[in-house]
């Protein structure tokens, strides 16, 4: 087996490859596609086709038509990739397994139930999609688009990101990890 073919099974990469990697791939896509990264907004897009068909005069807001219209465009292929991409790079490596958030770590923060651990992610993504929307981008949009410009916004951003994680990590985990 080549050396290439080895380090593609590997089931973790280097930090240093893949974020080399991510921002050469943000500069491409910024010089051959004129698009920036950009995800969070999809699932407005998704939002917004689904409120069309529930409820057409809603839809017809100011948010819905003109913020986050309904479509498939850049940002909903991205999404479908990053999960194409992350599923597939989970079965080459042989890591793929099917799991219902069972994580010794996460039992041992929120305890057995099942319904409390994926009520927390529900939560978590939620927050996560509002604070996206207030800072005007997600991470893939501020942090890596707005880094590939050299954007004093995206370097903030990634070291608020920084400290509220390790906030969150200390508050959530305390001293066991």
Known sequence: MSKVMRWFKSPEWSPYIGGAGL??????????????????GAFENVAGSIMHVISPALAENMYWKFIMPAGFGFGVMMLIGIFLGSMASALISGTFKL??????????????SRWKRWGMLFGGAILLEYGAGIAGGCTSGLAISGGVQLAPAAFLFMAGMFISGIITAMILYGKRY
């Open 23 to 40: 921002g050469l791939l943000g500069i491409l896509a910024l010089l051959f596609t004129d698009r920036l990264f950009g995800a969070s």
């Open 99 to 112: 799991r219902a958030v069972s994580d010794d770590q996460w039992v041992q923060v929120f305890g057995p």
